[in-house]
Structures are given as structure tokens and as C-alpha cells.
Nanobody
Framework: QVQVVESGGGLVQAGGSLRLSCTAS????????MGWYRQAPGKQRELVAQ???????NYSDSVKGRFTISRDNAKTTVELQMNSLKPEDTAVYYC?????????????WGRGTQVTVSS
């Protein structure tokens, strides 16, 4: 089994900051990609940022310059530093991993953490 657990959401005023963390554990050989997605009410889930195991990062245009994704040296934890938050950043944030298991590739999701930005 593979577990993906997020933490760090909450309520913040516009212009504030939050830091999300996600840790993966369990039965996998390595994790190729760790990333963050978000889903606002009535909208589709969208990519926020992701980071490969070689350090390549990718951000959505809406968060570039405000959010920073980073992975630890063990490459099983990913964090998302969110600065200059806006009300439109309000959403449930999900961590996603693309892991390599002996049985093949595996996509895993966390349960999500709520981020609410008040105006």
C-alpha cells in the first residue's frame, strides 16, 4: 500500500502565506513526480505545481511568482510555500504522486487539505 498525507491548510487573509506539506510512504521503489492540485467549488481539479525527482518544476500561470514547490532530499516529502494569497486561491488542495512500484507505475492522491483566503 501507498499512503499520501497532506497537512498545513487553513484560513488566511488575502496577502498572507501558508505552507502545505505532503508525505508519501509505503510500498514503492521511487517517486517520479510529486505535485499539488486544487479544486474549488464547482470547478475542475487543476494542477498547481509539480516537481520531478530530478528537480524539474512546473507551475500553473496563476501561481507563478507566488508559490514555490520543493522536495526533500529523501524525495518522499513535498512542500508548497504559498505567498501573496488571493481569494481565488481558495480551494481544497490535493497532493498527487507518481510512484514506481515493482508492479508498475502508481498514481496516488491524498485526501486534500482546505485552503481558504478571505478578502
Amino acid at each position: 500500500q501507498v499512503q499520501v498525507v497532506e497537512s498545513g491548510g487553513g484560513l488566511v487573509q488575502a496577502g498572507g502565506s501558508l505552507r502545505l506539506s505532503c508525505t508519501a510512504s509505503g510500498d514503492f521503489v521511487s517517486i517520479a513526480v510529486m505535485g499539488w492540485y486544487r479544486q474549488a467549488p464547482g470547478k475542475q481539479r487543476e494542477l498547481v505545481a509539480q516537481c520531478t525527482n530530478t528537480g524539474v518544476t512546473n507551475y500553473s500561470d496563476s501561481v507563478k511568482g507566488r508559490f514555490t514547490i520543493s522536495r526533500d532530499n529523501a524525495k518522499t516529502t513535498v512542500e508548497l510555500q504559498m505567498n501573496s494569497l488571493k481569494p481565488e486561491d481558495t480551494a481544497v488542495y490535493y497532493c498527487k504522486i507518481v510512484a514506481r512500484r515493482l508492479s508498475g507505475s502508481y498514481n496516488g492522491w491524498g485526501r486534500g487539505t482546505q485552503v481558504t483566503v478571505s478578502s
